[in-house]
């Protein structure tokens, strides 16, 4: 089983500001590394797939960066609706796959 | 383009609970379609897949054969069957929709707003 690991926990900024968020995968994932945001009550989004392409219609100020057990996701000049948790998930061992525990995203 | 996810309850241990996701504004038949849930024990849990065409799923180790994800396309849905359910299985069910591109799989592209299933 390949164990995700997400930090911080918890991110506190300000509109306007970057924001880098870090998932830690125990053995290399190959780049198969998916971001999605997620708000309460609402449908999570897929921010970002195969480490570093962005998913359909997602701004570019959200990129994805990384290799092997490293990867980033970089939100830069942070819009309020950017608030929110995010998860990694790697699918390089589908099926199960597996996600990180969320890093959550609030307003300083 | 949306998933409406529909049938969560309240329900005692032991029992069953059948779900339902209804896919809108895609072409339904074409796409794998999956069950994830997030738990407050296990955060983000994918549990099954069926193939397009239905011929093809896969389960979650803890859900196998307790668990049956089945389609009908010209309804332009996907279910999920739960029995011998415990208090572990408590949390929100979403329907997703794998990816469709040729060289990119096994992510979820279109999710719904989730379910809720409480087993107590």
């Known amino acids: 089983e390949i164990v995700l690991t997400q930090s911080p926990a918890t991110l506190s900024l300000s509109p306007g500001e970057r924001a880098t968020l870090s998932c830690r995968a125990s053995r290399s994932v190959d780049n198969y590394l998916a971001w999605y945001q997620h708000k309460p009550g609402q449908a999570p989004r897929l921010l970002i797939y195969d480490a570093s392409k962005r998913a359909a219609g997602i701004p570019a100020r959200f990129s994805g960066g990384g290799s092997g057990t490293a990867y980033t996701l970089t939100i830069t000049n942070l819009e309020p609706e950017d608030f929110a948790v995010y998860y990694c998930h790697q699918r390089w061992s589908w099926p199960p796959g597996s996600f990180g525990q969320g890093t959550k995203l609030e307003i300083k | 383009v949306q998933l409406v996810e529909s049938g969560g309850n309240l329900v005692q241990p032991g029992g069953s609970l059948r779900l339902s996701c209804t896919a809108s504004?895609?072409?339904?038949?074409?796409?794998?379609m999956n069950w994830v849930r997030q738990t407050p024990g296990q955060g983000l849990e994918w549990l099954a897949y069926?193939?397009?065409?239905?011929?093809?799923?896969y389960y979650e180790g803890s859900v196998q054969g307790r668990f049956i994800i089945s389609r009908d396309n010209a309804k332009n849905s996907v279910f999920l069957q739960m029995s011998t359910l415990s208090a572990e299985d408590t949390g929100i069910y979403y329907c997703?929709?794998?990816?469709?591109?040729?060289?990119?799989?096994?992510?979820?592209?279109?999710w719904g707003q989730g379910t809720l299933v409480t087993v107590s």
């Open positions: 504004g895609f072409t339904f038949s074409d796409f794998g």
């Open positions: 069926i193939r397009s065409d239905g011929d093809l799923t």
């Open positions: 997703a929709r794998f990816i469709r591109q040729l060289t990119s799989k096994y992510y979820f592209d279109l």
